[in-house]
C-alpha cells in the first residue's frame, strides 16, 4: 500500500508539535506563522483572500533539515482547508517558506 504524502507530512508535524509543546514550545513559532501567512496572501497565490485562523491554531513541528512546519487552517469561498508551510530562517534572520 503507497502511503499519502500529505498524510505522512500532517501525521509528522502534529507528532513533532506535540513534543515541542511539551518543551516548551520555538521562539520563532511566531515568526515562522507570520511568514506562513504572508506567503499564503501574496499576490497570486491561491489562498491570497482567505480567512487565516489565529496562531493558537496554528500547529508547528520542527524538522530535520532545521525548518519550521507550520499548518494553518483557513476559510476561503466557505471551505475550511489548511495552507502547509515548510519555514525557514536566512542568515539575515528574515523567514521564508521554501514551498514558494
Known amino acids: 500500500m503507497k502511503s499519502n504524502p500529505l498524510l505522512t507530512f500532517a501525521?509528522?508535524?502534529?507528532?513533532?508539535?506535540?513534543?515541542?509543546?511539551a518543551?516548551?514550545?520555538n521562539d520563532n513559532n511566531e515568526k515562522a506563522y507570520e511568514a506562513c501567512i504572508?506567503?499564503?496572501k501574496r499576490a497570486g497565490?491561491?489562498?491570497e483572500k482567505a480567512e487565516f485562523a489565529p496562531m493558537d491554531k496554528a500547529e508547528f513541528a520542527g524538522m530535520q533539515d532545521s525548518s519550521i512546519a507550520v499548518i494553518v487552517p483557513y476559510k476561503l469561498d466557505g471551505q475550511d482547508a489548511k495552507?502547509?508551510?515548510?519555514?525557514v530562517k536566512n542568515?539575515?534572520?528574515?523567514?521564508?517558506?521554501?514551498l514558494e
Open 83 to 87: 495552507l502547509q508551510c515548510s519555514i
Open 23 to 25: 518543551c516548551g514550545g
Open 38 to 40: 504572508a506567503s499564503g
Open 91 to 98: 542568515q539575515d534572520g528574515t523567514f521564508k517558506n521554501q
Open 45 to 47: 497565490a491561491p489562498t
Open 11 to 21: 501525521t509528522t508535524a502534529t507528532l513533532l508539535s506535540l513534543f515541542l509543546a
